[in-house]
């Protein structure tokens, strides 16, 4: 089954502490992407890359750091500097920076930090 | 700057009722236009998209309409389930594939 896997569905962190989420996609896109949602609002864009080894921030990346070594991998650091870092983050992907391209969307990861 | 308004929820319905759930965006250009939906603890599935303008996406008995001149994608069903209450969300997509969100629509329907 192709798809987006994302690891641990809960994590919890002391403060403080930093903190690596996985996100693995096998569909064979170029493009990942890392959002944060948090209650009753939207998804908010954190980082996104199109390309191996290249990325971008997005609106709120200040506190986020992230690789892309490999095509299939897009691992997103929450480190001490996030203010808020309490939140469900969601990965996706999709195939390229055509428009037409929806994004795939992982499980989630539900971050609480102590 | 891009941005998305719809219409505030929770949208609360009888099932077998009809839905309609509004969204208008402002975005430079001429994005694609998506609805995603949301189940409780998991991840965005895409519902439908639209890539250009007059264009109908459907999916599942959910249709929406790509509507240029009013800067619209208003979603509907003719006869809701239970099984469709979630959280509905609409999104243009321009450059970069960037998605924009509004802060989504809630729906429940009950028996």
């Known amino acids: 089954d192709g798809g987006i896997t994302q690891s641990p569905k809960y994590l919890f962190r002391k403060e403080g502490q930093n903190v690596t989420l996985s996100c693995e996609q096998n569909l064979n896109h170029d493009a990942m992407y890392w959002y944060r949602q948090d209650p009753g609002q939207g998804l908010r864009l954190i980082y996104y890359?199109?390309?191996?080894?290249?990325?971008q921030k997005g609106d709120i990346a200040e506190g986020y750091s992230v690789s892309r070594e490999k095509k299939e991998s897009f691992p997103l650091t929450v480190t001490s500097a996030q203010k808020n870092p309490t939140a469900f983050y969601l990965c996706?992907?999709?195939?390229?920076?055509?428009?037409?391209?929806?994004?795939?969307f992982g499980p989630g990861t539900r971050l609480t930090v102590l | 700057g891009n941005s998305v308004t719809q219409m505030e929820g929770p949208v609360t319905l009888s099932e077998e009722a009809f839905l309609t759930i509004n969204c208008t965006y402002t975005?430079?250009?001429?994005?694609?236009l998506f609805w995603y939906v949301q189940y409780p603890g998991e991840g965005l599935q895409l519902l439908l998209k639209?890539?250009?303008?007059?264009d109908k996406g459907s999916n599942k008995g959910f249709e929406a309409t790509y509507r240029k001149e009013t800067t619209s994608f208003h979603l509907e069903k003719g006869s809701v389930q239970v099984s469709d209450s979630a959280v509905y969300f609409c999104?243009?997509?321009?450059?970069?594939?960037?998605?924009?969100f509004g802060a989504g629509t809630r729906l429940a329907v009950h028996p």
């Open positions: 999104a243009p997509q321009g450059s970069y594939n960037k998605l924009i």
């Open positions: 975005a430079t250009g001429y994005p694609s």
């Open positions: 639209a890539t250009k303008a007059d």
């Open positions: 890359s199109q390309i191996v080894n290249d990325f």
């Open positions: 996706a992907s999709s195939m390229g920076d055509n428009h037409y391209n929806e994004q795939f």
